[in-house]
């Protein structure tokens, strides 16, 4: 019934000015115009998905990923160029995946993890 429609990520945050600045300059999205969305909402896309950022006090809680990107064999440029603008990737300890740099490397992908402003855990996953 929903595999033909588009999901959209939904993504909470405690200041949109910070996390403006994080997925429009970090993460190089574009903001789409908001005026239908009402106060308290971003929304961007990203290829064909949208973002909603939305203000809530309980952003940053959930300790699992919120949005994953699929870059495929791009994902050592990526994670290069979000390392330029500032943005911090984490560790985590991966059965059967060890640690290059930043990236997470298995024998079926690559993924690096960082989070936005608000501690939203996002991952950029290649190949």
Known sequence: ??????AI???????????REFYTNVLGLEEEDASSDGPGVLTYRSGNSRIFVYQSEYA?????TAINW???LEIRTVVDT????????EQYQMAGMRLEDDIHVGEQMKVAWLKDP??????????
Do not use: P
């Not at 019934?1 to 588009?6: A, E, R, Y």
């Not at 939904?10 to 949109?16: G, N, S, Y």
């Not at 940053?60 to 699992?64: D, L, P, R, V, Y």
């Open 60 to 64: 940053g809680s959930n300790q699992a």
């Open 70 to 72: 699929d870059v495929g």
């Open 82 to 89: 979000l390392k330029a603008k500032g943005a911090r990737f």
């Open 1 to 6: 019934m929903l595999s033909h429609v588009d």
């Open 118 to 127: 608000d501690g939203n855990i996002l991952s950029i996953i290649g190949k």
């Open 9 to 19: 990520a939904t993504v909470a945050t405690r200041d949109l000015a910070s996390a």
